[in-house]
Each structure stands twice: as C-alpha cells, then as structure tokens.
C-alpha cells in the first residue's frame, strides 16, 4: 500500500496555540488529487491511568464543554512545546492530583484522527502513586477528586460513564494491562 502525498499546506484558521486548520492538496496512489483535504493540529496530550499504592485508581468527576452532563475523568493535559510524554504525564499527575508514582509504562500513542490528524494520544499506566504534595489543578471545570476501585473502575466502563473516548480507552488499556 502506498501512502497519500501531501503536495501543499495553506493555513485557514489559527486560534492561538490550542488549534490550526490548514487545507492540504493531496495526491492519492492512483494519482487522484483533493485540492482541499481539511487537516487540523492541536497539541499533542498525555492521559494517564494512576493506580494507588493501596490498588485504587485516581478518576475525577468533572464536566467538559463537549460532553452532556458529568463524566469520570483521568489525569490528562497538553504536552508542552520541547517536552517528551512521560514527563508531561508526571507533571501532570503531580499538579492535577498532588500524586506522584514510581512505576510507569507506556500504553502506547494513538493518532487522535486518521483522517484530518488532530494530535497524537500518549497514554500511560503509573502504578504505586502516593500523595506528596496539594494539588495544583488549573483546569477550567470543577473537578472531584475520587479513588476507585478497580471493580468501581469495571463497572463505571461498562455504564459508559467515562465519556471522552481517550478516557476510556486509557482505562481499558491499563485494565487490560493489570490482568
């Protein structure tokens, strides 16, 4: 299988750091062309699933823009220009929960979209967390901090009540993982 050609880029839309819209020209295999292929950039981002030294797991209730009423939620943010996943997800687990984990493992990195990009998902399991310092979340949305257990965790998955797809696949994946 040969990959699509990028041919041009043309920016139409930019707000701040946060989102590009560009529309490429592409060439497919057969030699086909789309003057106008939408491709949008927004950060790379980290989401991590956080196992407590005692075996539950760190989850908030929250509310997003995006999603109808609340939702469980995991650690999760933007990787910062020049910085790798990992310490990405360590600082973030530290300033969102005020936990800190000695045992982490990559649960891989995911294209958000495959069509018109969107950033790349690196997700993370940390195992053996502990509290170590107050939280420093500065997210929008108000936030409940909770620890679940891992059958509150199944159960919760299962009612669908993680409902950002990241969310949710990080958990699975780490499930899956621990099994």
């Known amino acids: 299988m040969q990959p699509w050609k990028t041919l041009s880029k043309k920016l ?24 106008d292929w939408p491709w949008i950039i927004t950060p790379d981002y980290i989401n991590v699933a956080a196992e407590t030294e005692q075996g539950d797991f760190i989850c908030f209730r929250q509310t997003k823009y995006a999603v109808e009423g609340t939702s469980l939620a995991v650690v999760g943010g933007y990787i910062e220009p020049g910085e ?17 984990a000695s045992d982490w493992l990559s649960l891989g990195q995911y294209v958000v979209d495959g ?6 998902a690196n997700l993370f399991l940390a195992r053996n967390a502990r509290p170590v ?32 797809l990241a969310w949710a696949t990080v958990m699975a994946l780490a499930l899956g993982r621990l099994a």
């Open 12 to 35: 139409v839309l930019e707000r701040g750091k946060y989102l590009r819209v560009e529309d490429h020209a592409v060439q497919l295999p057969g030699g086909e062309t789309i003057p």
């Open 115 to 120: 069509n018109r990009g969107g950033g790349v």
């Open 133 to 164: 310092a107050p939280r420093h979340a500065d997210d929008l949305e108000e936030q409940e901090l909770l620890l679940l257990s891992r059958s509150e965790v199944e159960t919760a998955l299962a009612a669908g009540q993680f409902k950002v």
């Open 84 to 100: 790798e996943p990992l310490p990405a997800a360590q600082r973030e687990l530290l300033e969102e929960t005020g936990y800190e």
